[in-house]
């Protein structure tokens, strides 16, 4: 009789699965830090002469002992390899440095800026997946097939579109004209909102393509026919069927713009006059603080990181593939640490 699957076993299929996606996600921090600090250094002059000359002007002080002071306070002083291997290994203590502009804490400006962002982003990524699976449900439903057509031509105005436009045509209309939300400012949830929405319309239409493609996919299907042909609602099969099937697809595109939106808002926070990592990442670049960039870097590779493991966890939930072959490798490691008896000689 077959032994049932210990837990001891169950632990190792699971962390087999979990440990290259965790292994992928180090490398993407890891060498997102290195091609950073790479560009960074290889700019000519010095950066920190660099930066307080912009700060600064004329009156930039040259004091070959006052600059040392300046790198080995803001941690550019020593070897290139030598920053580069203290810096990677402060990252691991939560320490991004100190700006070269303003002094302070690398860390505590993300820290202060990063909601900012996280509130235009998730609400932007709500709104654009909404969007998405509205049209697409109109699109499949739609009837007669020029209705259809015309429906699957209106999500990728997003992308056509260039984000700065939009923004400014949605303060003139709602902000000025009609005065429903301000035109700028991080106060409140109004102010979230035409922000999230400019970034929507781009996300929206990145998800109405992948999104649409599947579904359209999964409906001419053999399954869908069955169900159609046993005499199914349409809606029970787009439901049941159809969306449930197209659902991966959805998934893993969310994971890539949740990377997008962590770094992608520079133009709408600008646009908005709104504070967040988009606004401080072109701040550091005017003033060529390099400490600021990269600490926005990192932060913003973990954040995709993270996604993707999430993503990855979902996928062995949601797909069924995932857990049969999982389900199989505890079945080969329970069946190999069964001990078998000897054979008795006849």
Same mark, same amino acid.
């Given at each position: 009789?077959?032994?049932? @699957?210990?837990?001891?076993?169950?632990?190792?299929?699971?962390?087999?699965?979990?440990?290259?996606? @965790?292994?992928?996600?180090?490398?993407?921090?890891?060498?997102?830090?290195?091609?950073?600090?790479?560009?960074? *250094?290889?700019?000519?002059?010095?950066?920190?002469?660099?930066? /307080?000359?912009?700060?600064?002007?004329?009156?930039?002080?040259?004091?070959?002992?006052?600059?040392?002071?300046?790198?080995?306070?803001?941690?550019? =002083?020593?070897?290139?390899?030598?920053?580069?291997?203290?810096?990677?290994?402060?990252?691991?203590?939560?320490?991004?440095?100190?700006?070269?502009?303003?002094?302070?804490?690398?860390?505590?400006?993300?820290?202060?800026?990063?909601? *900012?962002?996280?509130?235009?982003?998730?609400?932007?990524?709500?709104?654009? $997946?909404?969007?998405?699976?509205?049209?697409?449900? @109109?699109?499949?439903?739609?009837?007669?097939?020029?209705?259809?057509?015309?429906?699957?031509?209106?999500?990728?105005?997003?992308? %056509?579109?260039?984000?700065?436009?939009?923004?400014? &045509?949605?303060?003139?209309?709602?902000?000025?004209?009609?005065?429903? +939300?301000? %035109?700028?400012?991080?106060?409140?949830?109004?102010?979230?909102?035409?922000?999230?929405?400019?970034?929507?319309?781009?996300?929206?239409?990145?998800?109405?393509?992948? $999104?649409?493609?599947?579904? +359209?996919?999964?409906?001419?299907?053999?399954?869908?026919?069955?169900?159609?042909?046993?005499?199914?609602?349409?809606?029970?099969?787009?439901? *049941? *069927? &159809?969306?449930?099937?197209? /659902?991966?697809?959805?998934?893993?595109?969310?994971?890539?713009?949740?990377?997008?939106?962590?770094?992608?808002?520079?133009?709408?926070?600008?646009? $908005?006059?709104?504070?967040?990592?988009?606004?401080?990442?072109?701040? %550091?670049?005017?003033?060529? =603080?390099?400490? &600021?960039?990269?600490?926005?870097?990192?932060?913003?590779?973990?954040?995709?990181? /993270?996604?993707?493991?999430? &993503? =990855?966890?979902?996928?062995?939930?949601? =797909?069924?593939?995932?857990?049969?072959?999982?389900?199989?490798?505890?079945?080969?490691?329970?069946?190999?640490?069964?001990?078998?008896?000897?054979?008795?000689?006849?």
């Amino acid at each position: 009789m077959a032994s049932a @699957v210990s837990p001891p076993s169950r632990a190792r299929t699971i962390f087999s699965f979990v440990y290259p996606k @965790v292994l992928q996600a180090l490398f993407v921090v890891w060498a997102t830090y290195t091609v950073t600090f790479l560009l960074i *250094h290889a700019l000519p002059g010095d950066p920190v002469l660099a930066a /307080l000359a912009i700060k600064g002007g004329d009156a930039t002080t040259t004091d070959p002992e006052l600059l040392e002071e300046l790198r080995v306070r803001y941690g550019l =002083d020593g070897p290139l390899w030598w920053q580069y291997v203290s810096h990677f290994l402060a990252l691991f203590r939560g320490d991004l440095g100190v700006s070269i502009a303003t002094g302070q804490p690398v860390s505590e400006m993300i820290a202060r800026a990063l909601p *900012h962002t996280a509130a235009v982003a998730v609400l932007a990524l709500i709104l654009g $997946f909404v969007g998405a699976l509205v049209f697409t449900v @109109v699109a499949y439903l739609a009837r007669p097939r020029w209705v259809r057509d015309t429906v699957m031509q209106i999500p990728p105005l997003g992308i %056509a579109i260039p984000a700065f436009l939009s923004g400014l &045509v949605l303060i003139s209309v709602f902000a000025f004209g009609l005065g429903w +939300f301000p %035109a700028s400012g991080t106060s409140g949830f109004a102010s979230v909102v035409l922000p999230a929405v400019t970034l929507a319309l781009l996300t929206g239409a990145i998800f109405f393509q992948v $999104f649409s493609a599947a579904v +359209f996919d999964a409906g001419g299907s053999g399954f869908v026919f069955t169900a159609n042909a046993k005499g199914l609602s349409q809606a029970r099969v787009l439901s *049941h *069927h &159809v969306l449930r099937n197209a /659902l991966l697809p959805a998934v893993t595109i969310i994971g890539l713009q949740v990377g997008y939106l962590a770094g992608g808002t520079a133009v709408v926070e600008t646009v $908005f006059s709104r504070d967040g990592i988009g606004r401080l990442t072109v701040d %550091a670049v005017l003033t060529r =603080d390099i400490n &600021v960039i990269t600490g926005v870097a990192i932060v913003v590779a973990v954040v995709y990181a /993270l996604t993707t493991l999430v &993503v =990855d966890a979902l996928y062995g939930i949601i =797909d069924p593939r995932t857990r049969t072959r999982l389900a199989s490798a505890q079945r080969v490691r329970g069946a190999s640490s069964t001990p078998t008896l000897p054979e008795v000689p006849r």
